[in-house]
Structure formats: C-alpha cells, structure tokens
C-alpha cells in the first residue's frame, strides 16, 4: 500500500516569509507528484506537478522533488495571508489513481 | 468548459435512505475519479473510470457503495442504506488519459443523521 506522510501542522509563518513544506513517499516507483491546495470546506486545487528532480518554479511557489530520498517539498515565497490553506501532496500511483498525504495546515500571520 | 461540476453540493439525508451523487468532468477528460474526504484527512480513493469502463475499485468501496459513467460522460455514485459513517465530502476528479493532472469538482458534502 502506497504510503504519503506529511506533518499535519499548523505550520505559521509571518506574512512575507517562505513558507516550506514538505512530503515523503513510500513507493521508490513513483513518477508523477502534485501539490493541491484546499481551503476550509472547499475542494482540493492544483497548484503545482513535478516529475523530474530537482527545482520546478511557478510564480511564488516552487516544488522540489528528490526521487533518490523519496521526498518532495513546496515552497512558498512572500507567503501571503490568502496563502492559508491546507496543501495536499498527492503520487501518481502508475497511472491508476493519486495517492493523497494528509495535508499540512498552513497558518500565514499579518 | 468550466471545470468538473458536482451536484448537489450539499446533501442531508436520514440514516437507512439511499442517496446518489452526479459529476460531470471536463468535456474532453476521459478519466474521472471519486474520492472521499474526511475532516482533518487527504482524500481517499474510491474508484475510476476510464471512458466508460469502470477499471479500478478500492477497498473501500463497499458493497453499498455502486458507480456508472454510462456513456463515458457523466458519472453516478450511489450509496445506499447510508450509514453516519459515510459523512464526509465526496470528490470526483478528472483528466485525459496520458495528462496526469487531475481537477476536481467542487465535491458533495453527505451529512448523515
């Protein structure tokens, strides 16, 4: 069974710092890795996919995938209060479904 | 196209009644995909389709629980003798197949009483 943790927070940041988040994956398989954010009683949005190593930038926010450590992050620049949200790490589990993590609660303070 | 749409949003419905939920994906997705989610959880996967065949179910996905997408379009999930554990916001996304992004819809939140 495919495996993604992630701590459940609350991570606080202050307005304007970067904010860094963070996932682990149990399948060494596993080629295709997105970052979801979700509001409080709203439905998951996309906001990030990655599929090689390394650094993959969009705006504010970059995602860094290491396939040999099985890790993948998020980063978010000038975190802003609207930035407050929970953010899902979901696998690619072959083609078949997407493996969510259970989400860390990202509280950005004024 | 404005996305994947869910209906009804909400839905409130005494313990023992069946219930049934629609998703319409994104007019050229032939993938689509439920999952629920729990408070304070990531979603879980229930099941996919691709076009019309249903290809994959999960554990889940008990026996009171049944899905269609006749006609490679529009999906139903249907639970019957709902149970208050079955509370929880029902997710169905959607992606073309070699495209693994998904997008999901605004979900169905079941409240059972």
């Known amino acids: 069974q495919k495996e993604v943790e992630q701590n459940s927070g609350p991570l606080s940041v202050p307005e304007g710092a970067i904010a860094s988040l963070n996932c682990t994956y149990s399948?060494?398989?596993?080629?295709?890795f997105f970052w979801y954010r979700q509001y409080s009683g709203k439905s998951p949005e996309l906001i990030m996919s990655?599929?090689?190593?390394g650094d993959k930038e969009d705006g504010r926010f970059t995602a860094q995938l290491n396939k040999a450590s099985q890790y993948v992050s998020l980063l978010i620049r000038d975190s802003q209060p609207s930035d407050s949200a929970t953010y899902l790490c979901?696998?690619?589990?072959?083609?078949?479904?997407?493996?969510f993590g259970p989400g860390t609660r990202l509280s950005v303070l004024p | 196209d404005t996305g994947v749409s869910q209906d009804p949003r909400h839905k409130i419905t005494k313990r023992g009644q069946n219930v049934t939920f629609r998703c319409d994906p994104i007019?050229?997705?032939?993938?689509l995909y439920w999952y629920r989610q729990t408070l304070g959880q990531g979603p879980e996967f229930l099941t996919y389709?691709?076009?019309?065949?249903?290809?994959?179910k999960s554990r889940l996905l008990s026996d009171r629980f049944s899905a269609e997408r006749p006609k490679g379009s529009f999906s139903t999930l249907e639970i019957q003798r709902t149970e208050q554990g079955d509370s929880a916001m029902y997710l169905c996304?959607?992606?073309?197949?070699?495209?693994?992004?998904?997008?999901f819809g605004q979900g169905t939140r079941l409240t059972v009483v």
């Open positions: 996304a959607s992606t073309q197949q070699g495209n693994t992004e998904a997008f």
């Open positions: 399948d060494r398989g596993s080629q295709s």
């Open positions: 990655i599929y090689s190593n």
């Open positions: 979901a696998v690619d589990n072959y083609g078949q479904n997407f493996v």
């Open positions: 007019s050229e997705h032939n993938r």
């Open positions: 389709f691709q076009n019309e065949a249903q290809l994959e």
